[in-house]
């Protein structure tokens, strides 16, 4: 083989590999925003302030983080990527990694009360402020979220017998 075929040979490898990686490195990015037009993926409220947001794979956003897990509660599989976006920084993160606080004066788009840090201790500072709880992971989050679902239709049904 002459060293110019290995040569073209060589930048088309390259070409490939650039070109894959450029595709999975998409498809691992947060949906872009566009506070005009987005609405939220389970509720179908416009969007309007992104400190609240959350995504999960493709371009679903949610206006809320309860929103989104309420829809996480209704997949089958566990999706590959989930973000939230940071309380106070106005950045995304992956929701897996980050931190929450959960206190109902947060005001949230739908009252869910919780919002995400990027870190433990600025959950707990945020917590302390608003009187609400820290959870240092997602699944303190999740399991939070189930035990206050369960306790509001445990009240609902109380209302009714
Ligand atoms: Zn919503």
Known sequence: MNARIFS?????ILCCG????????QSVLPPKLDLNKSECGRCRMSILESRYIAAIDGPIL???IGCMLFALEDHKESPAH????????????????????YAPMLGTPMNSGYV????SIA?????????????ASWD????SFRLRTIEFIANRLRVYF
């Open 116 to 119: 995400a840090l990027s870190d």
């Open 82 to 101: 989930i973000w939230v976006c940071d309380y106070q920084k106005n950045i995304w993160l992956d929701a897996r990694t980050a931190a929450y606080v």
């Open 123 to 135: 959950a707990v500072n945020l917590a302390s402020y608003v009187h609400g709880v820290a959870y």
């Open 62 to 64: 949610f206006d809320d």
């Open 18 to 25: 650039i070109s894959f990686s450029g595709c999975f490195w």
């Open 140 to 143: 303190e989050l999740v399991l």
């Open 8 to 12: 073209g040979i060589l930048l088309l």
